[in-house]
Structures are given as C-alpha cells and as structure tokens.
T-cell receptor, first 111, second 112 residues
Framework: DAGVIQSPRHEVTEMGQEVTLRCKPISGHNSLFWYRQTMMRGLELLIYFNNNVPIDDSGMPEDRFSAKMPNASFSTLKIQPSEPRDSAVYFC?????????FGPGTRLLVL | SQQGEEDPQALSIQEGENATMNCSYK?????LQWYRQNSGRGLVHLILIRSNEREKHSGRLRVTLDTSKKSSSLLITASRAADTASYFC????????????FGTGTKLQVIP
C-alpha cells in the first residue's frame, strides 16, 4: 500500500489566493483527519470525517477554511482567501481501528 | 488547549543511553498512543496502551500508564542516532467519537 498520499508537497502562494490541499487516504480506512502543525501551536486537529461525513469541524479556524470528502478515496482542504498566518504544515491522516496513519504533509507558505 | 503535555520539551543523550519522556493529560481516556515524527515527515504510530493496562513493551520501547496520576511515560532503551525525532503522546477519549488529541511533543536528539 502506498500509504496516505498528499499533494502538493510544497505550496507557495500570495496572500489572498485560494489554496487547495489534497489527500488520498489508505484504501479501506473509514476515518480521515486534517491537521495543521506550527511551531507556535503544535499539532491541531482541523476536521475529522467518518465514512465521508464531517463529524467534528470545531478545529477549523474560520470560514476561510473548508473541507470536503466527496468519496472514500479523496478529500480536499481549501483556504480562500489565504493569509500569511495560514503558513504551516498540513497533514492528512486516515485511520483503521485506533491507529492513525499520516501522510507526508503539505508545507504551505503564504507570502 | 492540548490534552497532552510532554516533558521534557527537549532531550539530548548519547547513543546507547536510555531516553525517558513523560506525558500528562487532563481527562479520562480510553487509550494513549505514542507517535514519532522525524524532521519534515508525518507522524508514525509507535505503540498504544489501553486504560486498563499499566505497561506495554514493543522492541526497545516501554510504555507505562498511570491513570490515577493521568500520566504516561515512554522509555527508549539503548538509543540509536536513528531515534532522533520528536515524540508525541496522543490521548483517545471515551465515547463514540473517540477524539484523539496530540500533545506538544518531546524533541529527542541522540548523539552518535
């Protein structure tokens, strides 16, 4: 299995632009998580999907952030408009049982 | 706020020594997990201990859990340079959702 796949791996954009991060979970995993990691705030859970349905989006910072999971094999996290404070590493993780499997992350820099 | 708080924040040891990291948490849990993160990578699951367990071993890893003190420790024996990474505890809550909350991490450096 290829593991959790994220794209792009690196993204540099200008403030105000729309950013879309993509995730392909491990086949057969029914839970998907989006996290954001920064030096200041550590690892923060943004949103959790179970069977493609958003269960907990209390960590989504504000309305500029949105996430979708149209099917079991694909999810997106969108930031529109992006701001410099959104600069972070964004991880997607999928889960079977109690263990989460993390993707390699997308390093986002908003100038 | 973060559920888990690791201690120390950073640890530097010589290769071959043991490394001990601690995690404290605030609310009741179903399980506690430890993850490792190498620089620039995603987190990798190491070990899970359930709330009714007190100790668990996996290779050079030993995890203890004290639910009365709401704390856990991760011991890495005979450390190697390749163990250099950040280590996070993650607590799994009770109930149907079982939300997992990650701690702040301990940065371990093993000097060859």
């Amino acid at each position: 299995d290829a593991g959790v796949i994220q794209s792009p791996r690196h993204e540099v954009t200008e403030m105000g632009q729309e950013v879309t991060l993509r995730c392909k979970p491990i086949s057969g995993h029914n839970s998907l998580f989006w996290y954001r990691q920064t030096m200041m705030r550590g690892l923060e859970l943004l949103i959790y999907f179970n069977n493609n349905v958003p269960i907990d989006d209390s960590g989504m910072p504000e309305d500029r952030f949105s996430a979708k999971m149209p099917n079991a094999s694909f999810s997106t996290l969108k930031i529109q408009p992006s701001e410099p404070r959104d600069s972070a590493v964004y991880f997607c993780a999928s889960r079977t049982g109690e263990t989460q499997y993390f993707g390699p992350g997308t390093r986002l820099l908003v100038l | 706020s973060q559920q888990g708080e690791e201690d120390p924040q950073a640890l530097s040891i010589q290769e071959g020594e043991n490394a001990t990291m601690n995690c404290s948490y605030k609310t009741s849990i179903n399980n506690l997990q430890w993850y490792r993160q190498n620089s620039g990578r995603g987190l990798v699951h190491l070990i899970l201990i359930r709330s009714n367990e007190r100790e668990k071993h996996s290779g050079r890893l030993r995890v203890t859990l004290d639910t009365s003190k709401k704390s856990s420790s991760l011991l890495i024996t005979a450390s190697r340079a390749a163990d250099t990474a950040s280590y996070f505890c993650a607590t799994g809550g009770s109930g149907g959702y079982q939300k997992v909350t990650f701690g702040t991490g301990t940065k371990l450096q093993v000097i060859p």
